[in-house]
């Protein structure tokens, strides 16, 4: 029904697929709903990070790259075979009937260069039929036309912005004009990943410096997120944050999450669908 997509125009730093990750899979926790996990680049890359990838292989046998992820989904758009009933066939899953991952491509520039474009917002499209979420992570940087991650950002329909408090980002990006048109004409909600509460640069004085009269989102630094992220078991750090006291970083981390899905939710006009799931709450 909707699809977001995560993206950043600083070179790294922002947190950019930690954010389309845990913010997948919180909601994939929370809400009745069924989200597909996208990326823009090559296998192991971006939000794969998060996940148990070795596991998943195994449960597929002898199935290569070519039998699954972005590069199947690309042949068979190509070859018009793709479905709303055949997608999933050729996704990870990450939480049985919820969350889903399609993983990218075996070359960065994918199965077929020429068609990058149009077969990767084919897919979107075909995947919008059968998801209740596409989430897209769309990388860093301005994107190339005809890349990946541009046909992503095109097929949006809201963007996550993901910055830091470096004040020469925020700076390019507010007033530079660091921000390609195709994002500036889309609603958007800006995120300040690894973010410090006790720096001078809090959300509220960005919002003043630059004037800014939309919701910023403060997303922590957390040691013990970067360490699940390390070890590939975000979903696992996010199920014991649920538990844990608010004053804990990985129940902050967890309770800043939560803040921006309900945002995301709330542009997109979901909220009066959604039904809360109540999981030893």
Not at 14 to 32: E, K
Not at 188 to 202: E, N, Q
Not at 228 to 247: E, I, K, T
Request: hydrophobic share 40%.
């Amino acid at each position: 029904m909707s699809t977001i997509a995560f993206w950043s125009p600083l070179p790294g730093g922002s947190g950019n697929s930690a954010h389309a990750a845990a913010t997948a899979a919180a909601i994939a926790m929370d809400y009745r709903l069924k989200l597909l996990l996208v990326h823009g680049g090559t296998a192991k890359e971006r939000v794969e990070g998060a996940f148990p990838m070795s596991a998943h292989t195994l449960d597929h046998g002898l199935l290569s790259f070519q039998d699954h992820g972005m590069d199947a989904l690309e042949r068979l758009c190509l070859n018009r075979r793709l479905t709303r009933e055949n997608l999933q066939d050729y996704t990870l899953p990450l939480l049985p009937d919820r969350l889903d991952l399609v993983q990218g491509n075996a070359k960065p520039e994918g199965t077929m260069p020429g068609y990058r474009k149009q077969l990767l917002q084919s897919i979107c499209a075909v995947a919008s039929q059968c998801y209740d979420l596409v989430m897209l992570d769309a990388g860093s940087g301005n994107p190339k036309e005809g890349s990946g991650d541009h046909a992503l950002l095109e097929a949006a329909d809201l963007v996550v912005v993901s910055l830091n408090q470096g004040i020469e980002g925020l700076d390019s990006f507010f007033k530079g004009g660091n921000c390609p048109p195709m994002v500036k004409e889309k609603p958007h909600i800006v995120v300040l990943g690894r973010y410090d509460k006790y720096s001078h640069c809090t959300l509220n004085n960005v919002k003043r410096r630059f004037g800014y009269k939309g919701v910023i989102h403060g997303i922590p630094y957390t040691t013990d997120f970067l360490d699940a992220w390390n070890m590939r078991g975000v979903l696992p750090f996010l199920q014991r944050s649920r538990s844990l006291n608010g004053r804990q970083p990985a129940a902050a981390f967890l309770a800043s999450i939560r803040s921006l899905t309900k945002d995301i939710l709330t542009q997109l006009e979901m909220t009066s669908l959604l039904k809360l799931v109540e999981r030893g709450a």
